[in-house]
Antibody, heavy 118, light 110 residues
Framework: QVQLQESGPGLVKPSGTLSLTCGVS?????????WNWLRQPPGEGLEWIGQ???????SSNPSLKSRVTISVDKSKNEFSLNLNSVTAADTAVYYC???????????WGQGTLVTVSS | QSALTQPASVSGSPGQSITISCTGT?????????VTWYQQHPDKAPRVIIS???NRPSGVSNRFSGSKSGNTASLTISGLQADDEADYYC??????????FGTGTKVTVV
């Protein structure tokens, strides 16, 4: 089954950019799969951030759209998230997940906590 | 987009059945059969227990079942067990090519 692993800084300064990468194993990033980012603030619920397809298609949460960039690196079999102008409200566990086109986030990474603080 | 509405908490005794509702709109739950239910234990990533309204992935107990009527989806857990104590979230694909989650339900086995 697909294995996903998030990586990136655990601490980001306010007004800075949060950058995370999701490494994909046991599957090709160029398959018929949508690659997603989600997050969960401590003690709160899940929030979908956005998705990308290797062909370049994608979409994102309207509430975050102006600050979010999601990209694919086929050569490294990974995809990335950039979230700019962060505030303390962006502190959360960030997950990457795969969607095989059936509306479900089928496989998940273990999650990585990103704290926004000076 | 607004979060789907779930009860904050549901409890039951071992062996009982409980149902969790997930209410959306005609732009999400009511629009497609792309409703998914997730189970999340503390400090763990969510896992799919029901996809496409009522499909149960391989390895998921048949005690979990899903359904939908109009803009409301439901998850039923029968024969409640101690390990079912967790947070449960619904999600839906929307007509705007986005995804929205439910507010989450904490299930307690008393």
């Amino acid at each position: 089954q697909v294995q996903l692993q998030e990586s990136g800084p655990g601490l980001v300064k306010p007004s800075g950019t949060l950058s995370l990468t999701c490494g994909v194993s046991l599957a090709s990033i160029s398959g018929h799969v949508w690659w997603n980012w989600l997050r969960q603030p401590p003690g709160e619920g899940l929030e979908w951030i956005g998705q990308i397809h290797h062909s370049g298609g994608g979409s994102s949460n309207p509430s975050l759209k102006s600050r979010v960039t999601i990209s694919v690196d086929k050569s490294k079999n990974e995809f990335s998230l950039n979230l700019n102008s962060v505030t303390a409200a962006d502190t959360a566990v960030y997950y990457c997940a795969s969607n095989p086109g059936t509306g479900q986030f089928q496989y998940w990474g273990q999650g990585t906590l990103v704290t926004v603080s000076s | 987009q607004s979060a789907l509405t779930q009860p904050a908490s549901v409890s039951g005794s071992p062996g009982q059945s409980i149902t969790i509702s997930c209410t959306g709109t005609s732009s999400d739950v009511g629009a497609y059969n792309y409703v998914t239910w997730y189970q999340q234990h503390p400090d763990k990533a969510p896992r799919v227990i029901i996809s496409e309204v009522s499909n149960r992935p391989s390895g998921v107990s048949n005690r979990f079942s899903g359904s939908k009527s109009g803009n409301t989806a439901s998850l039923t857990i029968s024969g409640l067990q101690a390990d079912d104590e967790a947070d449960y979230y619904c999600s839906s694909y929307t007509t705007s090519d986005t995804y929205v989650f439910g507010t989450g339900t904490k299930v307690t086995v008393v």
